[in-house]
């Protein structure tokens, strides 16, 4: 609830223009997380959770992941590097991009998976409350004009390193037989050789979500850019608030069912998905009719334009719950790693290609449209494959 807080001074103190800039660097850093994210918060939860009690196998997974993050943050760091010198829109904006970086070293040392994989998730529930408690503080604090907007992503950066810090320290606290030690190169590697399909597919997966905002930012003015994003930015937080913890609480005891009975599984996984339906249908038909309504309460009058755009992509949240329970809960549970990469590689390269095509013709419209028949499309990938799988089960 707190982003539904910050948004509306956010917006409005820093206008349309520089609320798109913002918006546009929080999209790169995403790029960046995934690199030194890589695969793990899948791959290694379902590792732990299925080496429950024996605390030298979770050593050795929890020291393996850490220190392979560590060098996937140096290998992002140097591409970050790159782009600042190379891209335009990087270099135009070197300053806000730099403040914004922290967020992804922050996320290379936030050891999410191994609180998931053994179901001990009140700590990351309460860290991140108290991410978003300090980033909404700090936020009314030091944003006060428009020319402020280059410190919105070093609070939201700053905020994750400073929280992921103070997770990491308390590890051995709530966890006395879990070690961090260097573990040699070879673990090293093959934890990074193993994820690489799930890594490619998450990947993906931002190009098929978040990749128009990133493309619209070479062709369209930085207010246009304001006004997509702001259409989506009620979208991209009703899909972290219903499916983030689903992620975390559901996936693992999914996992956990799987081995146990199939059958409970898939009357488990249908009932997920009929209750996941009822509240994005909800939402979406909310967001759909009272548009306008919304944009103005939380935006403010500039940001009216962006209505029909909302209008437009609401129905994605409805949408992404067959796509995150037959993909994510269903395909990934099977560990149908491979077919998973293909999905969503197909997903990401379709939309990735609709999106360069149509974005300088059509503008934020187009990118909109495009957006919502990128999740239609991989929903339909998702059931279609889940179904075949499940056929081959029984």
Known sequence: MLPLIT?????????????????YATVAMLYFISIVEYSFNTTSTRKIAASQNNFDKISFIYSSVFFARI??????????????????????????????????????????????GLQELKVIAIGNFTLKLLATALIFLVIN??????????????SQLLISICILIYVPFKFKQVRLYWP??????????????????DFFNKIYSMGSVFIAGFYVSPANLGLYAAGMKLIVVGKNFIFQPLVGALFPHLNKTFKESKEAFFKQLNRSLFLLLGITGSISLGLMLFSKVLIQLIFGAEYIEAAPLMTIMAPILFISSFVHIYLYQGVLTFRKDRVYLGLIVIGGLVTLFLNVLFIPKYGVEGAAYIRVLGELFLAILSFLTFQKIK???I
């Open 7 to 23: 948004i509306p001074y956010i917006s409005r103190t820093i206008g349309v223009s520089n609320y798109g800039l913002v918006e």
């Open 71 to 116: 060098v996937l943050l140096f290998f992002s760091s140097v591409l970050f590097m790159l782009c600042l010198f190379l891209i335009p829109e990087f270099k135009a904006e070197y300053k806000l991009m730099l403040l914004a970086y922290p967020v992804v070293i922050g996320w290379a040392i936030y050891p999410l998976f191994l609180f998931q």
């Open 145 to 158: 004009t428009g020319a402020d907007y280059i410190f919105v992503a070093a609070i939201n950066g700053g």
């Open 184 to 201: 040699t190169w070879k673990p090293i590697k093959v934890s990074i050789y193993e994820g690489r399909f799930i890594f490619t597919s």
């Open 391 to 393: 056929q081959r089960a």
